[in-house]
């Protein structure tokens, strides 16, 4: 996946702040590190962990692991509402991120890779996020703005 200097490079290019990428980054890699994210996890009810359709004391905070959000809905889904609450920047910063590292595997998988098929790909819906979602929609148009650099920049 590209490395953070690239994923703040895109973030700035969008207007946000280098201290929010790098925060998005950390929860996304390290998100058992991100005290906060862990704290949102023992308050927030969509975070518990249900067995027998009852949720337990238990949440998702201390299992979910780095790039969990784009293998697991669960985490993706309590990852990006605990952003959302934190505000714009941080939700757009976190698709973006989500979108960046899901277009350097294919970079990474396929010779013949191309923005459009990319962006359009039913996958991206399942891995990242609703495709119909104004942040989301926002940043596909701005990727396929800068396409050639941006697959120059996931390669």
């Not at 969008?14 to 998005?24: L, P, Q």
């Not at 809905?73 to 973006?96: M, P, T």
């Not at 590292?101 to 191309?114: A, G, P, R």
């Not at 098929?117 to 979602?133: A, F, M, T, W, Y």
């Amino acid at each position: 996946m590209p490395e953070w200097r690239i994923h703040d490079k895109w973030a700035k290019k969008m207007g946000i702040s280098e201290d929010i990428s790098n925060f998005v980054n950390n929860l996304i890699d390290f998100p058992r590190r991100c005290r906060e994210f862990q704290e949102f996890c023992n308050r927030d009810l969509g975070a518990r962990i249900f067995r027998g359709g009852r949720a337990t004391h238990m949440n998702i905070g201390p299992i979910i692991e780095h790039d969990f959000g784009r293998r697991k809905r669960f985490a993706r889904e309590s990852q990006s509402g605990f952003l959302s609450q934190k505000g714009k920047d941080y939700l757009v910063a976190y698709y973006l991120h989500q979108i960046l590292d899901y277009i350097s595997w294919w970079c990474k998988n396929y010779t013949d890779v191309n923005i459009e098929d990319i962006l359009e790909n039913k996958r991206v819906q399942k891995k990242i996020g609703p495709s119909n979602s104004s942040e989301i929609q926002n940043i596909k148009h701005f990727i396929l703005k800068n396409a050639e650099e941006v697959l120059q920049d996931c390669r």
